[in-house]
């Protein structure tokens, strides 16, 4: 059974950068996805990467400050995000497509979900 494991969520302060990574076992490659859901509100997309890593999608509010990379030869996912916004607070998911189209960025279209790991920005 194919597992995705999240890590690198932390605290920190506006302004600052964390890098979360996910963990995708099995060497099956997929499109990867990132998501984020705040309390009361629905899960977001945050950025999506192709299976070779040549496509990058990413919503409005992150273009400039996150970076979405993968590591095929460890099968891994990180997010490096950069200049931390309060309103960037959420629980962070990593996901797996496993369609032939990468880039989607509607969460019922990923096929496996990380268990998430909370990001934490401070005003």
């Known amino acids: 059974q194919v597992q995705l494991v999240e890590s690198g969520g932390g605290l920190v302060q506006a302004g600052g950068s964390l890098r979360l990574s996910c963990e995708v076992s099995?060497?099956?490659?997929?499109?990867m996805g990132w998501f984020r859901q705040a309390p009361g509100k629905e899960r977001e997309f945050v950025a999506a990467?192709?299976?070779?890593?040549?496509?990058?999608y990413y919503v409005d509010s992150v273009k400039g400050r996150f970076i979405i990379s993968r590591d095929n030869a460890k099968n891994t996912v990180d997010l490096q995000m950069n200049s931390l916004k309060p309103e960037d607070t959420a629980v962070y998911y990593c996901?797996?497509?496993?369609?032939?189209?990468?880039?989607?960025?509607?969460?019922?279209?990923?096929?496996?979900w990380g268990q998430g790991t909370q990001v934490t920005v401070s005003s």
């Open positions: 099995g060497r099956t490659l997929y499109n």
């Open positions: 990467i192709s299976r070779s890593g040549a496509g990058r």
């Open positions: 996901a797996a497509d496993r369609n032939i189209a990468g880039g989607q960025r509607e969460a019922w279209k990923y096929d496996l």
